[in-house]
C-alpha cells in the first residue's frame, strides 16, 4: 500500500494544508474542523508517515511528492465521494428511522440526526460545506446530479409532511412547502455554528432553536 492510498482524504486535505504553509489554527478555519481535530489528524499522518514532528513531515511530503494527490482532479474526485457517502448514510438512516417509528415523537428524531451533533456528523457536513463552497467542483455533471438529489430529497420529505399533516399531529395552516423551506434553511444555519463554534453552552443554545421551530410545527395539543 502506497503512503497515498494511507492516508484519508481527509488526512490528505489537512497534509496538504500544511505544505502549503497553513499552521493548525488556519487549517481549522480552512477545512471547518476544530484545532483539536486537525491535532488529531496530524498526530495519525504522524504515525503512518513515520514521522515526528511538522518540520519532519513537511521533509518527507518534499522527498515523497507521491504522498498527496498531484491534480486537482483527485482532490474534487476525493470531495465528490465524501459527499455522496455522507448524503447516501443520512438518507438510510433517515428512511431507518421513519419505517420504524411514524409519529409525532420522530420529528426531532430525525432532524437531530441531521444535525451535526456528532463527530460522524460533523464530517458529513463538513464534506457538504466543501462541496457547495467550491467552485472548481461544479462540473455541468455534478450539478445536475447534485440537483437532482436535492430535487428528490426535497420531494420525499414534502410527502412525510403532508402525510403528517393529514394524519393531524402537523400543524396544516401552514403549507408542506413553506415548513420544509424553513426547516431546511435553519438546518443549514444550524449546521454552520455547530460545526464552526465547539463551545458547548453555544451550541446547546442552537439546538434549543431548532427544537423550539420543530415544537412549533407540532398540532396545539401536542405541544409542551
Known amino acids: 500500500m502506497s503512503a497515498q492510498d494511507a492516508l484519508s482524504p481527509r488526512e490528505q486535505e489537512v497534509l496538504a494544508e500544511l505544505r502549503a504553509g497553513g499552521r493548525v489554527p488556519s487549517i481549522a478555519n480552512r477545512l471547518s474542523i476544530s484545532r483539536a481535530t486537525v491535532r488529531n489528524h496530524l498526530q495519525r499522518i504522524f504515525w503512518k508517515l513515520g514521522v515526528h514532528s511538522q518540520s519532519e513531515l513537511i521533509e518527507y511530503v518534499r522527498d515523497h511528492p507521491e504522498t498527496l494527490p498531484h491534480s486537482k482532479a483527485s482532490h474534487v474526485a476525493n470531495a465528490e465521494r465524501r459527499y455522496w457517502s455522507a448524503n447516501r448514510r443520512l ?115 442552537q439546538v434549543r432553536v431548532v427544537d423550539a421551530f420543530l415544537d412549533n410545527l407540532l398540532a396545539d395539543d401536542l405541544k409542551d
Not at 115 to 124: I, K, N, Q, T, V
Not at 164 to 175: H, K, M, N, P, T
Request: hydrophobic share 40%; glycine share 6%; net charge negative.
Open 91 to 205: 438518507s438510510l438512516e433517515v428512511d431507518e428511522i421513519l419505517e420504524s417509528r411514524w409519529g409525532p415523537k420522530v420529528l426531532h428524531e430525525v432532524v437531530h440526526r441531521a444535525l451535526p451533533l456528532s463527530e460522524a456528523g460533523r464530517e458529513e457536513w463538513q464534506a457538504r460545506f466543501a462541496i457547495w463552497s467550491r467552485p472548481d467542483t461544479a462540473s455541468e455533471e455534478h450539478v445536475a446530479r447534485r440537483a437532482s438529489e436535492m430535487d428528490q430529497w426535497r420531494g420525499g420529505a414534502n410527502e412525510h409532511i403532508k402525510r403528517a399533516q393529514a394524519e393531524g399531529w402537523l400543524r396544516a395552516d401552514v403549507s408542506s412547502e413553506e415548513s420544509l423551506e424553513q426547516l431546511f434553511s435553519l438546518l443549514v444555519g444550524v449546521s454552520i455554528q455547530l460545526i464552526t463554534d465547539l463551545e458547548p453552552t453555544r451550541n446547546e443554545a
